[in-house]
């Protein structure tokens, strides 16, 4: 976490701190996060928790309904209410009321801190009274509106989620989980076993916000929105000559979300083309691939599974496939500009 800050205290990596690193024993951030995004863009400074309960209640139903573990606590009367709802138990209004009552209890106090460190510049400000409850919204939340990654922040939280809430979902060993990339419709799906495939979510919104929202190569603004001009490519770090390798020669499995990076799509299709990114920018896939194991859920897993237990044994593995691709006379590559990284 303090890794994924240094040189990059900007409003969008505070907000993708809390997303990626902070608790998730429960889905409430989530939903409390969406519903956040939601209200910044309709541009009112203070919502009181009736009116918070609207947005947040109707993300809660729409998950609880595909995925009906959302916590690792065994019970809770909020999340009892919603399922109430969602089986017409109770009215809408009811649900409301409900969430208002119920839902926000540890969100709103818990929603800044990061492994036990509040964030700089919180985006709101909690103000109860005996005769209402509300937050106002700060100025942090609306500059991060502002911000040309905020169009990102939605399906990245949404991504989070959905890998969060299925590692709940699976009852089975950690060793056993792995997320695999699927290369034709760039989705990212997890097959615990021969017999059960689980899509989790686009590639993009999942891998975007390790990499805040930039190019992994020259740190120039990309997007996950496929009409926007900056809409990125999931390129292979390293080349298919490793995979050529995988039983002969110590290679690997290329398609592992360890060697996913997002890039600059004419990056990609015309310039690195097969080319090995220059040794430099190992270091940089290294952090990246930290940044999956410290946020943990099903690419933690996955990343240990892929490249090894620990962090010496991690670079050691990439080392390797570097020197595989090297000796395979795959030529070097570097971008023909660069902005300053800050991973």
């Not at 009852?171 to 097959?191: A, F, G, M, R, T």
């Not at 979510?201 to 190019?215: F, H, I, P, T």
Request: hydrophobic share 35%.
């Amino acid at each position: 976490m303090i890794q994924f800050h240094e040189n990059d205290p900007s409003l969008e990596q505070q907000w993708r701190g809390i997303i990626l690193f902070g608790r998730n024993s429960a889905s409430y951030k989530f939903a409390f996060a969406k519903s956040l995004l939601k209200f910044a863009q309709s541009e009112v400074t203070e919502i009181s928790l009736e009116e918070l309960a609207v947005p947040f209640s109707e993300e809660l139903v729409k998950h609880l309904k595909a995925h009906p573990t959302q916590g690792t606590s065994k019970s809770s009367k909020f999340l009892d209410a919603c399922r109430a709802y969602i089986s017409d138990e109770i009215s809408e209004a009811r649900l409301h009321e409900t969430t208002a009552k119920l839902g926000f209890v540890n969100v709103i106090d818990a929603f800044h801190n990061v492994n036990g460190d509040a964030i700089p510049n919180p985006f709101y400000i909690k103000e109860y009274s005996q005769s209402s409850k509300k937050l106002i919204l700060s100025d942090e939340l609306f500059k991060l509106k502002e911000s040309s990654q905020f169009s990102n922040l939605m399906p990245e939280t949404e991504a989070r989620w959905s890998l969060v809430e299925t590692a709940w979902d699976m009852d089975i060993s950690p060793n056993l989980i792995e997320v695999h990339h699927d290369n034709l419709n760039q989705l990212l799906y997890l097959k615990p076993s021969p017999m059960r495939r689980v899509d989790l979510s686009s590639s993009r919104d999942a891998l975007n916000g390790y990499q805040k929202g930039k190019c992994f190569y020259t740190f120039s603004d990309i997007s996950i929105h496929s009409e926007n001009p900056a809409f990125c490519d999931v390129d292979h770090f390293f080349p298919h000559v490793n995979k050529m390798e995988h039983l002969s020669n110590g290679g690997a499995d290329i398609n592992g979300v360890w060697n996913l990076v997002l890039c600059d799509s004419s990056i990609n299709r015309h310039d690195k083309s097969a080319g090995l990114p220059s040794l430099r920018f190992l270091d940089r896939l290294h952090n990246r691939n930290e940044f999956y194991i410290n946020s943990k859920h099903p690419l933690s897993e996955t990343i240990q599974n892929q490249t090894g237990s620990s962090e010496s044994i991690r670079r050691q593995f990439l080392q390797r496939q570097y020197d595989i691709a090297k000796s395979c006379l795959t030529p070097k590559w570097e971008p023909k500009f660069e902005f300053p990284g800050t991973f």
